[in-house]
């Protein structure tokens, strides 16, 4: 296994940075009238308890029925489309995202109010999903955002922005988008730099993915797996790794895996598989 331990090294330069199965969950409600939204919530939307694991099932979510609980009675009026977009967006963060932490999950969200760009996206998605707004969750090498498609436009949603985090203007989302997606050469890059914040410099970006809910799930187990690699706890890693694959089955968490493996052999002189 030592032989392939300068691969797995390189390979992490495209494993721990970035997120491709396409599985689109196709919103009931996406027609839109005029400028309002044809609201009816959607009758399968992907439930919060796919973000929450087995230990944390009794994560209170009174005040995430609070935000649903009044989000439903602004849309129950057939406000303009991008008003209600704006109210999502802003309540969101009142109610629920108060506080940036790396590698935040979304049961800490739930219980603390801590959140990283993984689990505040999720929670904006899993809302747009509700009412049956047309987008799409983006992957980048260490970050992830919305797109949101309103009256043949484009809108981000920046969940790690409270203030100037929804953009609207052209020229601004072009900008943004031109940032993030520009390529770059592929690089080792320090394992502590997980998706979980925004990179101020993003010349050296080599992912750019459309991802929908279900595979943002396994890239929060992802994150979680990237702690417990740095503490240098792999068997932990490994076993959160596994489950990220079941929901994403990506190259880059597939690549962090097998370094893990490679790791704790290692570590503990035998393979962590057998």
Aim: with cysteine; charged share 20%.
């Amino acid at each position: 296994m030592a032989k392939t331990l300068p691969l797995m090294l390189f390979l992490l330069g495209i494993a721990v940075l970035g997120f491709c199965q396409e599985y689109r969950i196709e919103p009931i409600n996406s027609d839109f009238s005029g400028s309002e939204l044809a609201y009816t919530k959607t009758k399968n939307p992907v439930s919060i308890h796919l973000f929450v694991n087995e230990q944390e099932k009794n994560t209170p979510i009174t005040n995430w029925e609070a935000l649903l609980q009044e989000l439903d009675q602004k849309a129950s009026k057939k406000p303009d489309s991008l008003a209600l977009l704006r109210h999502i967006f802003q309540k969101t963060h009142q109610r629920l995202l108060k506080n940036y932490k790396q590698h935040s999950t979304v049961a800490v969200l739930l219980s603390q109010g801590k959140y990283d760009c993984v689990s505040g996206s999720a929670l904006l998605g899993l809302l747009l999903d509700r009412y049956g707004y047309t987008y799409e969750i983006v992957e980048t090498d260490y970050h992830v955002f919305l797109e949101v498609l309103l009256n043949g436009k484009t809108v981000i949603l920046e969940s790690t922005l409270p203030v100037g985090g929804m953009i609207t203007s052209t020229s601004a989302v072009n900008n943004y988008l031109a940032a993030y997606s520009s390529e770059g050469d592929l690089a080792t890059r320090n394992i502590s730099e997980g998706l979980a914040g925004t990179r101020i410099n993003t010349s050296d970006n080599t992912i750019f993915r459309k991802v929908n809910l279900l595979e943002l799930v396994g890239l929060q187990y992802y994150n979680e797996a990237i702690v417990h690699f740095n503490l240098q706890e792999y068997r932990k890693a490994i076993d959160l790794l596994t489950k990220a694959l079941a929901y994403y089955p990506s190259e880059r968490i597939e690549g962090l895996k097998e370094l893990s493996i490679e790791l704790a052999y290692h570590s503990y002189g035998y393979d962590i598989r057998n």
